[in-house]
């Protein structure tokens, strides 16, 4: 069971197992785990949709395995399948790919495809303690990539400790360097939190982004305060100085600006997010496409989360009321959730994304990257309130 003190699994470095059906990547993650984490099967085949596993590893600290169906999959259900493997090389922060067969094409195209993407790739040769000329085999890789492979067994567990020592190794140096809050504020300093107590956050819990930002806090040693938005005037009033930054829920931009103190510092916890996980400058510079929509202009709302419809849902209904009382009722808005983002986005005017909190910066950015190679302006749901409410450029970041 996950509790607070567990680390998100947005946060976690995740560590992506790629191969053909029955190359031994549920096995290889079970030895490498040290307990079953994933269904091992002769049928090939078994592992149909990408299974994640959070979890503690020695030396690479909170990790999220993912186990993934083969890549060589079948017939219409399996090329779903491989396009759901797609989805989850989009969330890699480290690939790990099982060479396996004497037909290494697909492995090498999957090779190449992550090393394109300057994503750091781990090639092992799976099932080991099988291969009659495992030297030849390697050689047979290595000639093929211009890199040697590691010889991996989940039987006898003989590559494991060099795997897990190479992807400490390939672990990006500025992995866990990005904090919520960054430098806007330090120890001693009084952080007021203006709390959202909307459908969304529902009574007894706090939403995601809001416990990782008070973690924060609290660990930078700044002094918290928390209230509701209708509390504000009343919480500054018992202050004994006025905080140095308030962080507020973007869908009351407007009447925490104007009730803030002067030298207060303003953000939100959407844009500290879309700084975290994304290209806050990219979003900022997107954000002047909404001044040029007309109501043949097509937008995309694109969120992380996959929950039902709520009412007065931001990204649902409050954005495209926003959207459409500036611009029109014409305004085509297309809404998407979770991991259903298009391929093609030429389509569109604007994509407008959530803060991403439930998804890790590798695949936010894979989104963005996406919108940036088809010249489409995208912003951040935060970014796309406070420039509507006029206070973008007042707005820290």
């Known amino acids: 069971m996950t509790t607070l003190n567990d680390t998100p699994s947005a946060n976690r470095l995740h560590i992506g197992f790629y191969g053909k059906r029955n190359a031994g990547k549920s096995s290889l993650i079970n030895a490498f785990a040290g307990h079953e ?5 002769e049928v090939a085949g078994t ?12 030396g690479l600290g909170a990790c999220v395995l993912i186990d993934t169906a083969g890549f060589d999959d079948i017939g219409e259900l399996g090329k779903i399948r491989v396009e759901k493997t797609e989805k989850a090389a989009e969330k890699t922060d480290i690939a790990v790919i099982l060479f396996s067969g004497d037909d290494i094409t697909l492995e090498c195209r999957w090779y190449e495809f992550f090393k394109d993407r300057k994503i750091p790739v781990v090639p092992v040769v799976s099932k080991a303690d099988m291969l009659i000329n495992g030297a030849a085999y390697v050689f047979k890789v290595r000639n093929k990539i211009g890199e040697k492979p590691i010889q991996v067994s989940a039987v006898d567990r003989s590559g494991i400790d060099e795997l897990k020592e190479k992807l400490i190794r390939l672990v990006p140096s500025d992995f866990d360097a990005p904090t919520i809050t960054g430098t806007l504020c330090s120890e001693d300093d009084l952080v007021l939190l203006i709390m959202p107590q909307d459908i969304q956050a529902p009574k007894g819990r706090l939403i995601l982004p809001q416990v990782q930002t008070i973690r924060e806090l609290l660990d930078k040693k700044c002094l918290v305060a928390s209230c509701t938005a209708d509390k504000m005037k009343e919480t500054l009033a018992v202050l004994s100085k006025p905080p140095k930054l308030i962080i507020t829920d973007s869908q009351v931009f407007p009447l925490v600006y104007e009730t803030k103190p002067k030298e207060s510092m303003l953000t939100s916890f959407s844009v500290l997010f879309a700084a975290l996980k994304g290209d806050l400058e990219y979003y900022i510079e997107g954000a002047k496409a909404i001044d040029r929509l007309t109501e043949n202009s097509r937008v995309l709302i694109a969120e992380c989360c996959t929950h039902a419809p709520l009412s007065e849902d931001i990204g649902r209904v409050k954005i495209p009321r926003m959207l459409k009382k500036r611009v029109g009722e014409g305004l085509t808005i297309d809404m998407v959730s979770g991991t259903d983002f298009p391929a093609d986005l030429s389509g569109y005017d604007l994509i407008i994304q959530c803060g991403g909190c439930m998804f890790n910066r590798k695949y936010i950015m894979s989104r963005t990257d996406r919108a940036k190679s088809q010249n489409v302006a995208m ?4 970014v796309t309130i406070a420039h509507i409410t006029g206070i973008l450029d007042k707005i820290s970041t």
Do not use: L
Not at 379 to 382: A, M, R
């Open 37 to 41: 984490v994933s269904i091992v099967s």
């Open 379 to 382: 912003t951040n749901y935060g």
């Open 47 to 58: 592992t149909t949709d990408p299974v994640n596993k959070a979890m503690e590893i020695h």
